[in-house]
């Protein structure tokens, strides 16, 4: 998947994902990572989804999102209700989806100015 975006200077954007890569700005990653407009946390943990921890998303939370958008690899996988107490609890908005479409999905919030953190797993 290919996607267009103009840059702005300092702002992290998703400009393409496959085959467990994803193009941020112009730089490639290909492990798990948490991307907001003005922050990028490298490998930052899990590497299948039901490696997710709650030290995983205790980082997450650290960043104090309106919005996570949790990309689960290559198809949709839901955590366990005890993993997501904690996001919901403090009134973070938590969409659970696979990662290409967690991706789309960020660049379109990034733009809105929503203060949206993508946490993108890339399956091992």
């Known amino acids: 998947m290919q996607i267009s975006l103009d840059s702005n200077e300092g702002v992290y954007r998703i400009l393409g994902y496959a085959n467990g890569k994803i193009q941020i700005n112009d730089q490639y990653y ?3 990572l948490l991307v907001m407009p003005d922050t990028l ?6 590497g299948q989804p ?6 995983h998303l205790q980082a997450v939370r650290a960043l ?13 996988v839901f955590p366990a209700r005890e993993l997501m107490r904690g996001l919901i609890t403090a009134g973070v908005g938590l969409e659970i989806m696979d990662t290409a479409s967690a991706c789309r999905t960020y660049n379109i919030l990034m733009g809105e100015g929503r203060r949206v953190v993508a946490a993108l797993i890339i399956e091992d």
């Open 64 to 76: 104090e999102p309106e919005v996570v958008l949790l990309g689960t690899g290559a198809r949709q």
């Open 50 to 55: 039901d490696h997710l921890t709650d030290q």
């Open 41 to 46: 946390v490298e490998d930052w943990g899990p």
């Open 30 to 32: 290909g492990q798990s």
